[in-house]
């Protein structure tokens, strides 16, 4: 036998339906009836109740925008009914409209309720008051579905980048890993050529052969630098107190005693800290300053500094220098990895830095972006997200 099927009964399963549900309750069947005529013209799916019994069995079924109840009904009156109401998770916050005949003893007991989930209409109802109030919380309904929609949606999409990262992750990670093998395969054999057959090469011999070492060690680099990159987003994040300015100052520090000649102005400003990683954010520093130390290295007199500015009332850390810069308009390549604005016989490297630096950042839910001019120096720009980071 087939079964018969209300017509609402798709109304409560979220994505079919766009129409908000409205419950009425009353026990007489001719104000059922008005009250439906009168929100007929909102265009949405109107249930009906006869008691508090059926109204919370509706309840119990689904999600309404709003519910208008009627105060005296016999058994179980309107209130005695919104109590149950609220006590159901699935309606502890459903708006309530009481239709009431008079204010007078029951004013108290509105009162009583949360302020925002509860109104009321005195009868005889007034249908334009009646309407625009139900129209304020079915507004409210359809615009929370649609919210909802777009939050599940964006999870969907956040889940399915996260789940295709950690591929690209561990693909990267077992290539370069792989990679390795025969890499110390070709380095050990151009040993031990160049140990047991040196005699037997003339110069242009031993010159290709020491060419074919270089390639090899810079090959072993770059492979240790790319596995390095992985470890970087695959490694757990332990958030802290960190002093930034601290570890600016140490890293500089550092720089400084490797190159003691080097005249270079160095300010970091006091007291920036930072909710994070403190071992990735010393490797985030470490890059950023490092990069400044060496693009100034050309400058007699350079300028590096570590600070703070406000870009749309948030802060921003900054490391600025005056060195070589480089052109904005291949700023798109500096965050990837392996990519160099700069020939390597100028300045050496391997393009890896700033790679490391955006997916630390990353991870600390944060931006990196960047400011240059040819020959008048970059900024690189950070924020990092978190309560202490604002
Ligand atoms: N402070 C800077 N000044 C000028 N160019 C920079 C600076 N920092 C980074 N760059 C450019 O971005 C490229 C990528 O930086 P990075 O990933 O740290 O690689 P590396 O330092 O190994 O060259 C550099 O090769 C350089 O061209
Ligand atoms: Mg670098």
Redesign the pocket.
């Known amino acids: 036998m087939a079964q018969k099927i209300a017509p609402d009964s798709t109304a409560s399963v979220p994505g079919i339906s766009e129409k908000a549900n409205i419950l009425v309750v009353d026990d007489r069947p001719e104000n059922l009836l008005a009250m439906e005529a009168l929100l007929s013209m909102l265009g949405q799916n109107i249930v009906t109740a006869r008691s508090g019994e059926e109204a919370l069995r509706h309840v119990l079924a689904m999600d309404f925008a709003v519910i208008l109840l009627d105060v005296r009904m016999p058994d179980m009156d309107g209130f005695e009914t919104a109590a149950l109401i609220r006590e159901r998770p699935r309606s502890k916050d459903t708006p309530i409209i009481f239709i009431t005949a008079a204010l007078k003893n029951e004013d108290n007991i509105f009162k009583g309720y949360a302020a925002g989930a509860v109104d009321y209409i005195i009868k005889p109802v007034v249908p334009d008051i009646l309407r625009s109030k139900v129209l304020i919380f079915v507004d409210l309904a359809l615009k929370n579905a649609e919210l909802r929609r777009l939050n599940e949606r964006l999870e969907f999409q956040t889940a399915a980048l996260a789940a295709a990262n950690k591929e690209l992750e561990a693909f990267s990670y077992s290539v370069s890993h792989d990679l390795r093998a025969p890499l110390r395969g070709i380095d050990g054999f151009s040993s031990m050529l160049a140990r047991l057959y040196a005699d037997k090469l003339d110069e242009r011999g031993k010159e290709l052969l020491e060419r074919l070492q270089a390639s090899s060690d810079k090959m072993a680099r770059l492979i240790d630098d790319l596995l390095k990159l992985s470890r970087m987003s695959r490694k757990e994040i332990k958030s802290e107190s960190v002093d930034l300015s601290a570890l600016a100052s140490s890293i500089l520090q550092r720089l400084s005693l490797g190159e003691p000649d080097r005249g270079v102005k160095l300010v970091v400003a006091d007291g920036l800290a930072a909710e994070g990683d403190r071992g990735l954010l010393g490797i985030l520093l470490e890059?950023l300053l490092?990069?400044?130390w060496?693009?100034t290295s050309k400058r007699p007199k350079a300028r590096i500094e570590f600070g703070t500015t406000r870009r749309s009332g948030k802060k921003v850390f900054f490391v600025r220098?005056d060195?070589?810069?480089?052109d904005m308009a291949v700023v798109g390549k500096?965050f990837i990895p392996f990519?160099?604005?700069?020939a390597a016989s100028e300045?050496p490297?391997?393009?890896?830095?700033?790679?490391?630096?955006q997916r630390i950042v990353a991870r600390h839910g944060g931006r990196i972006w960047?400011e240059?001019e040819v020959g008048k120096?970059?900024t690189?720009f950070f924020t990092l997200q978190g309560p202490a980071n604002g």
């Open positions: 890059n490092s990069n400044a060496k693009f220098d060195g070589a810069g480089f500096l990519q160099r604005l700069h300045f490297g391997t393009g890896i830095g700033l790679a490391t630096a960047a240059a120096g970059a690189i």
